[in-house]
């Protein structure tokens, strides 16, 4: 008899419970980028991930085909070099790696540029230029 009179408070905090998940997972979604590609430098040094922006980022630049942003990684050890800021990549993606010096930049289309990354190697001979921009 008196788990019959509870019944519709736990009816009631699991109702509100399972809204207070889905609402969690609906704040995380609009925050939160999805990966979109991984790119390896020609010697094995380094990565570029491209991110899809999150739907508030998406929200905030309306008049982006394609709102994303990218993140340069030291591959060993694992160290953020850099993050951009959200850019339109819409026939604006292409990827350069520039390592050899004077330059040692990695650039992203038009928008993004990564300077002064340490060389993937110090006694290499240069790249081939179909190496540097695949």
Known sequence: MNAMKNAPR????AGWSALIGMGAIAVWYAFA???KGVYISPRHVYRVEYYDASLVQRLI???FKIPSFVRLYRIAPETLLGESDV?????????????NPPLNAVQ?????????IPP???????????????
Do not use: K
Request: charged residues 20%; glycine residues 4%.
């Open 10 to 13: 736990y009816r009631r905090w």
């Open 61 to 63: 630049h309306p008049d």
């Open 108 to 116: 992203v289309g038009r928008d993004i540029v990564f300077e002064n």
């Open 87 to 99: 850019v339109d990549l819409w026939i604006n993606g292409q990827l350069y790696w520039w390592l």
């Open 33 to 35: 980028p999805t990966l």
């Open 120 to 134: 993937e190697c110090i006694d290499c001979p240069p790249l081939p230029r179909s190496a540097v921009m695949p």
